[in-house]
Structure formats: structure tokens, C-alpha cells
């Protein structure tokens, strides 16, 4: 079975610091893997997915098979970071493209 | 609608009585997607839609939870007998399988309280 784990419920940095979420995941393969975020009264949409190997405002995140981590890094954190991150994982191909998320990550960053 | 669209955004309902709950997903999307989140957890699947393929139901918590969708269109979310443990906001996802990795665009969800 296909897990996510996300070990920080809430993370609270200053503003310009460098901010990393942690994201586990337990599958026996080449997973799919995601970053939703939801900001403070807006939907829950997506950041950024692995595959893509990009940044978003200012995010990024590597996939290490190794230690099965996909964390969310950024080296300045801004005020408008705040908001919950979601690390999801999907398994490749096939037809089922059920994502399985995290319980989520509350970043705080405090001017 | 440009986005997917979810009814009621807020429902106040007794201990006991059916809900219903319905998502328009964006047209064209393929594959629909039900969520849970209750208060300070994550993300809990429900149920999955894709197209006429049979719809993957292991995330339905008990048989009080039941989910249709009439085509590639509207889905409804039926929680019979609400309890308590029931409140929650019940989130809806679409997604495209002909592009942009099958990202997920949520509604803003129903928030179900159960007194």
C-alpha cells in the first residue's frame, strides 16, 4: 500500500529564512509525486509535481529514491508562503490515478 | 463554470438524517475525485470516477457513504443516517487524463456539520 507521510503538522519560520517541508513516502516502485498548497481561503491547487523539475515561486523539490523523500525546499521564505502543503503521491501508468495525500504541513512564515 | 463547482458550500444538518452533496466537475474531465477533511487531519479519499470504468470505492468509510456520477458530469455524495463523526469538509476534484499529468482542480468543498 501506498503511503505519505508528512512529519510536521506546523512549521513557523521568519520571514527570509530557508524553509523545508518534509515529505516521506512508502512505495515499492516509481511513484508520482506532488505538492498541492491551499492558501487561506482559496481551493486547494497544485504547486509542483517531480516530473516537471521546476520551480515555483521560489519551491522546489527533489525526488531521492534513496531515502524515499520528496521535501519542498525554498532558500528565502515570504510572508505569502503561508498557507498548508500537501505532499501527494500517485502510482504511474495503469488506470487507477487515485492520489494518495499527506495530513498536511502548516507553514507559518512570521514577518 | 470555469472551475469545479460544489453544493452546498455549507451544511447544517440533525444526528440522523440523510445528506446529499453534489460536485460539477469542469467539462471535459474525465476522472472525478471525493474527499474528506475533518478538522486538523489530512486528506482522506473517498471514492473515484473514471469515465464508465467501474468506480474505486475503498476509501468509503462505512455503507452510509455512497457516491454516483451520470456520465463524465455531476456527482452526488450521499451520507444516510449522518453522524456526528461525519463532520467534516467533503472536498470534489476533477482532472483531464489527456494532459498536464492528470493534475487535480478541487471545488471549495462542503463543509457538513452534524449536531
Known amino acids: 500500500a501506498q503511503r505519505v507521510t508528512q512529519p510536521e503538522k506546523l512549521l513557523s519560520v521568519f520571514k527570509g529564512a530557508p524553509v523545508e517541508l518534509k515529505c516521506n513516502y512508502s512505495?515499492?516502485?516509481?511513484?508520482?509525486l506532488f505538492w498541492y498548497v491551499q492558501y487561506s481561503r482559496q481551493r486547494l491547487q497544485l504547486l509542483l509535481r517531480?516530473?516537471s523539475r521546476e520551480s515555483i515561486k521560489g519551491f522546489t523539490a527533489d525526488l531521492n529514491k534513496g531515502e524515499t523523500s520528496f521535501h519542498l525546499k525554498k532558500p528565502f521564505a515570504q510572508e505569502e508562503d503561508s498557507a498548508m502543503y500537501y505532499c501527494?503521491?500517485?502510482?504511474?501508468?495503469?488506470?487507477?490515478?487515485?492520489?494518495?495525500f499527506g495530513k498536511g504541513t502548516l507553514l507559518t512564515v512570521n514577518p | 463554470g470555469a472551475g469545479v463547482s460544489q453544493s452546498p458550500s455549507n451544511k447544517v444538518t440533525e444526528k440522523g438524517k440523510d445528506v446529499e452533496l453534489r460536485c460539477d466537475p469542469i467539462?471535459?474531465?474525465?476522472?472525478l475525485y471525493w474527499y474528506r477533511q475533518r478538522l486538523g487531519q489530512g486528506l482522506e479519499f473517498l471514492i473515484y470516477?473514471?469515465?464508465?470504468?467501474?468506480?474505486?470505492k475503498s476509501g468509503l468509510p462505512s455503507d452510509r457513504f455512497s457516491a454516483e456520477r451520470t456520465g463524465e458530469s455531476v456527482s452526488t455524495l450521499t451520507i444516510q443516517r449522518t453522524q456526528q463523526e461525519d463532520s467534516a469538509v467533503y472536498l470534489c476534484?476533477?482532472?483531464?487524463?489527456?494532459?498536464?499529468?492528470?493534475?487535480?482542480?478541487f471545488g471549495e468543498g462542503s463543509r457538513l456539520t452534524v449536531l
Open positions: 470516477f473514471q469515465g464508465n470504468s467501474a468506480p474505486d
Open positions: 467539462s471535459g474531465h474525465t476522472a
Open positions: 501527494a503521491l500517485r502510482r504511474p501508468g495503469g488506470s487507477n490515478y487515485k492520489l494518495t
Open positions: 476534484a476533477s482532472s483531464s487524463l489527456a494532459g498536464a499529468g492528470g493534475e487535480l482542480f
Open positions: 512505495y515499492s516502485g516509481s511513484p508520482e
Open positions: 517531480h516530473i
